[in-house]
């Protein structure tokens, strides 16, 4: 088996590889990348697949969806905020990082600012004592969700006030660097004034000099040379284009497909609301999305190439609606049901134009995300078979390029068999894969799927297919508590515990006592599970190079008081 990172050698990705920490070796068999790759960051996004939306403030209680900023900040009463409720349901919903509105056009702050008083210090929510984003960080890192920070660029509170850009810039330090590691930062274009190439240019510097690793998603001026992510042209949640392509020209003239061949990677997150509003609103509370829309909504971002953001906006209490819980605990239900087994894993694989040793065509249907299968580098066409051994029924169809080489293939098309001999169409002139490509369609019997790559720009490399039905998985009751973070007290302080080697953040009750820790893929795969004894804290830790595992991206320690998940960057 070859890793995707060992076999890489072009010196762009040489120096991205490093930049994500991770080890490599250079292999002359391996296909170069071809046109422009992501960096660390955008890799690391992919990943986060679901991320959660938070609109949250003044709106939520004057009942608009823009305020004017001359709302003062003694509306902001929240009377039940409970954030360890926001993210049960966003764990429950299976998303992995939140994106919190700190700031929205009308200016209110929900951390006490030293440059306003348009913020929560000034609102009657605990005394003005609050600081929102900081219970938001603790709680996210609590539960193993990644943080991510939305500040409204444009701000009708305080552009009136001049000199915005500093003000701007000040708060932006105060959000990157006073609450640790923030992964996502979000540029909305809607109302902002001050929003010239250089002001959003200089912006983006200092994201990079402050918080090197934070994906910025922008879709103010500048974007072509600032962001990671990109709008998608739409809010609906259903309106990704097929083919939906990871790379934009400068112009970023199509948002929806992206732009085949374009020089900027800049791939699409999804943002839509549950609701029809971005905010709260008690009249919406009957017209939340069902779990169809958002099963639709799925397939439409993590299915084309894309993320996906769906806004959960708490309601006037500080708590997330029931009805808004339930339907994504659902819709988790349904992805873990359908994709926990992939029917073709089982499968013999066959196809005209492999490259040898190390890329075989079974690595397509391994569990493995390091493994893939390519053709040699003067053939971007192929037809791959999978024989599933026996007739088996399926609706939905996934497949994975390897994103660090490039978007390769731009032609591809599925078709089905009970022999080998005489295939049905199932899907036709399909262009782009990338990240993930997922389809669904009426249940189908066959023993045979054929995969024709008709198209590439580069020589094939894939890591996954896989077909699968569309099932419901109830959460058992264990399942449910071997997740519970009873260890991330919230007000509780931290210690540093070395863990496989690394020195990781834990709350104050790990210390001093024996714990489980396991090392976790990005897939939530375990791949190491060692007993940490904290009183000797060295005693009972492997070194990390031992396990054997490049990839390393959590660490779940299970202590007394429960369970806490942390990142963990293996170099
Ligand atoms: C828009 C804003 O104007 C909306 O209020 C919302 O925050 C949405 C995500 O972005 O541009």
């Known amino acids: 088996m070859k890793s995707i990172l060992k076999t890489m050698r072009c010196s762009g990705i040489v120096a991205l590889a490093l930049a994500a920490s991770q080890p490599m070796l250079v292999d002359a068999q391996a296909p170069v990348p071809y046109g422009a790759v992501p960096n660390a960051r955008q890799i690391e996004w992919f990943h986060r697949e679901r991320q959660v939306f938070l609109h949250f403030g003044v709106n939520t209680f004057t009942n608009v969806e823009w305020g004017t900023g001359t709302e003062g900040p003694s509306v902001f009463n929240p009377t039940a905020l409970d954030v360890g409720q926001w993210?049960?349901?966003?764990?429950n919903g299976g998303f992995t990082s939140a994106i919190l509105v700190a700031k929205h056009h009308d200016g209110f702050c929900h951390w006490p600012s030293a440059y306003t008083t348009q913020d929560v210090a000034s609102s009657p929510w605990k005394g003005g004592k609050g600081d929102l984003v900081q219970e938001f960080v603790d709680s996210c890192r609590a539960y193993g969700i990644k943080p991510g920070i939305y500040m409204s660029i444009g701000d009708f509170h305080s552009e009136k006030l001049g000199n915005?850009?500093?003000?701007?810039?000040?708060?932006?330090?105060?959000?990157?660097?006073?609450?640790?590691k923030i992964w996502e930062i979000w540029w909305d274009g809607?109302?902002?004034?001050?929003?010239?190439?250089?002001?959003?240019?200089?912006?983006?510097?200092?994201?990079?000099?402050?918080?090197?690793?934070?994906?910025?998603?922008?879709?103010?001026?500048?974007?072509?040379?600032?962001?990671?992510?990109?709008?998608?042209?739409?809010?609906?949640?259903?309106?990704?284009?097929?083919?939906?392509?990871?790379?934009?020209?400068?112009a970023f003239s199509n948002l929806g497909s992206g732009v085949r061949g374009g020089s900027v990677y800049c791939p699409a997150e999804v943002n839509s609301s549950i609701r029809p509003g971005w905010f709260w609103h008690e009249s919406e509370n009957a017209s939340v999305n069902t779990v169809d829309v958002l099963w639709n909504k799925y397939f439409q971002s993590v299915g084309r190439n894309a993320t996906w953001l769906l806004n959960l906006p708490p309601d006037n209490r500080g708590l997330i609606h029931k009805t808004d819980s339930i339907r994504v605990d659902s819709l988790n239900g349904w992805i873990n049901g359908t994709f926990r087994t992939n029917l073709a894993a089982g499968a013999t694989v066959t196809t005209n134009h492999g490259r040898g040793v190390g890329y075989e065509p079974s690595n397509l249907v391994d569990t493995a995300e390091a493994t893939y299968y390519a053709t040699p580098d003067n053939m971007s066409t192929d037809t791959i078979v999978f024989d599933l051994g026996s007739p088996?029924?399926?609706?939905?169809?996934?497949?994975?390029?390897?994103?660090?080489l490039g978007h390769r293939t731009i032609g591809w098309s599925v078709d089905v068999s009970s022999d080998n001999a005489s295939y049905t169409s199932l899907l036709a002139n399909k262009q782009s894969i990338g990240y993930k490509w997922m389809e669904k369609f009426n249940p189908i019997t066959a023993r045979y799927v054929r995969l024709k790559i008709t198209k590439g720009q580069a020589s094939v490399a894939l890591n996954s297919f896989g077909v699968y039905k569309r099932q419901y998985l109830r959460p058992s009751p264990h399942q449910e508590a071997s997740v519970v973070p009873g260890g991330g007290r919230l007000s509780e302080k931290s210690v540093a515990i070395p863990v496989f080697g690394r020195l990781?953040?834990?709350?104050?009750?790990?210390?001093?006592?024996?714990?489980?820790?396991?090392?976790?893929?990005?897939?939530?795969?375990?791949?190491?599970?060692?007993?940490?004894?904290?009183?000797?804290?060295?005693?009972?830790?492997?070194?990390l190079a031992k396990v054997g595992h490049p990839r390393l991206y959590l660490v779940e320690c299970t202590g007394e008081n429960g369970v806490v998940v942390r990142k963990f960057m293996a170099e």
């Open 504 to 543: 990781v953040e834990l709350p104050q009750s790990f210390a001093g006592k024996a714990f489980t820790a396991k090392l976790l893929d990005l897939r939530g795969q375990t791949v190491a599970i060692t007993n940490v004894d904290a009183k000797q804290v060295q005693a009972g830790t492997k070194d």
């Open 392 to 404: 088996k029924n399926f609706d939905v169809l996934m497949l994975r390029e390897v994103i660090e």
């Open 190 to 250: 809607a109302n902002a004034k001050n929003n010239d190439s250089a002001t959003m240019k200089m912006y983006a510097d200092s994201v990079r000099k402050w918080a090197p690793e934070c994906v910025i998603w922008s879709d103010a001026k500048a974007k072509n040379v600032t962001a990671d992510a990109r709008w998608i042209g739409t809010e609906s949640g259903l309106g990704t284009g097929d083919p939906s392509w990871a790379t934009e020209d400068m």
């Open 87 to 91: 993210m049960r349901t966003i764990r």
């Open 164 to 180: 915005y850009a500093d003000y701007y810039l000040n708060q932006e330090r105060e959000i990157l660097r006073n609450y640790g």
